[in-house]
């Protein structure tokens, strides 16, 4: 009895450890909203030029829109808060969809990353935003050619996240790679994506700010980013 009470505490610790590394592996997302203008922006990126915890490739933008994305910036969250009280700041840390090559047949995955950044919002309805959660929950198993899109498209990982309505979709590519050329392979031979795709513009919309019949903005890395004029 004893002998198997350490077996099954020895499978808990080493699920529970599973857990932390899955966990721990997994980035997040910061979003600053600020009211506009080049004051803000100007703050918002002396502060993030002064704490050297925040990479500058990690800082991404849409006009009023600014967003700090990568791994072990959870716990600094609420510094970012602090310093900008006048500034909606949302977190989003944990993905409700997680792609990755392990769900391919070639798991080969790139040394070197290129992460784009797009963002979008749900539909107002609660009941067309669960189910649009459901498909997202059941993918792998009932719509696999998805999963196979990415792969095909070398997509080294894909990461949905959620705060309220609004979403946060990061595609991450070999570096300098372009999606433009990678995103077709998705759909090539693969009618069934573009039957995905349709069916999950039905629960998508644009955020506040983006022209009529817009859905997904994309968020510019910051030194890629036209710092003229952010009003």
């Known amino acids: 009895m004893m002998r198997k009470s350490k077996l099954l505490f020895l499978v808990l610790l080493c699920f ?15 979003e600053i909203v600020y009211p506009g203008g080049n004051a803000e922006y100007d703050k918002l990126i ?37 310093a900008f009280k006048d500034c909606k700041v949302k977190l989003y840390d944990k993905p409700f969809y997680d792609f990755e090559r392990t ?10 990353w290129d992460n784009i950044i797009l963002t979008a919002n749900l539909v107002k309805s609660p009941k067309l935003q669960q189910e649009y959660l459901n498909y997202h929950k059941t993918q792998f198993e009932k719509w696999p050619e998805v999963s196979q899109g990415f792969c095909n498209a070398s997509f080294q990982q894909l990461l949905v996240f959620r705060n309220g309505r609004q979403l946060m979709l ?12 990678l995103n077709p392979l998705t759909t ?22 983006t022209a009529k019949n817009e859905t997904w903005v994309f968020l510019k890395p910051y030194n890629q980013t036209d710092h003229i004029n952010h009003k």
């Not at 002064?50 to 609420?78: C, L, M, T």
């Not at 769900?103 to 070197?112: E, G, L, P, W």
């Open 188 to 209: 090539k031979n693969n009618p069934r994506v573009d039957e995905w795709n349709k069916i999950m513009a039905k629960y998508q919309e644009g955020i506040e700010g």
């Open 170 to 181: 990061i595609i991450s590519i070999p570096k300098g790679e372009s999606l433009d050329k």
């Open 103 to 112: 769900k391919c047949s070639d798991k080969t995955v790139a040394k070197q």
């Open 46 to 82: 002396s502060f993030c030029g002064s704490q050297q915890f925040i990479d500058a490739n990690d800082i991404y933008s849409w006009k009023n829109h600014f967003v700090i994305y990568g791994k072990g910036y959870e716990r600094f969250y609420p510094k970012v808060k602090a």
């Open 16 to 30: 529970a450890a599973i857990n932390v590394r899955a966990q721990a592996k997994l980035p997040i997302v910061i």
